[in-house]
């Protein structure tokens, strides 16, 4: 069983940043792909970016060009980068790792990113 475990998230002005972070530990042999998810109270869940164990990324429209997605195998953790932030960026922010990535069945607990305008 995997436990990934967020951290970095909170309360920041618009045009800000945040750096989240995932920590991997357990049976972690498996996850080649980790990602972020969010999910905002009345919305559509959606897959932010995504990142390989070798380093290949991934990351929807309304983010390209503001986040970064990375990781530190050595570490087992990866990172995602949130620049110029925007109010719509606001919801709580999932952490998932995965054989692949489109199969990332381990989920963190979350972490709450807010923006304020």
């Known amino acids: 069983q995997v436990q990934l475990v967020e951290s970095g998230g909170g309360l920041v002005q618009a045009g800000g940043s945040l750096r989240l972070s995932c920590a991997a530990s357990?049976?972690?042999?498996?996850?080649?792909?980790m990602g972020w998810y969010r999910q905002a109270p009345g919305s559509q869940g959606e897959l932010v970016a995504t990142?390989?164990?070798?380093?290949?990324?991934n990351y929807a429209d309304s983010v390209k060009g503001r986040f970064t997605v990375s990781r530190d195998n050595a570490k087992n953790t990866v990172y995602l980068q949130m620049n110029s932030l925007k109010p719509e960026d606001t919801a709580v922010y999932y952490c998932?790792?995965?054989?692949?990535?489109?199969?990332?069945?381990?989920w963190g607990q979350g972490t709450q990113v807010t923006v304020s305008s």
């Open positions: 998932r790792g995965g054989i692949t990535t489109a199969l990332m069945r381990s």
């Open positions: 357990g049976s972690i042999f498996g996850i080649n792909a």
């Open positions: 990142i390989t164990r070798d380093g290949r990324t």
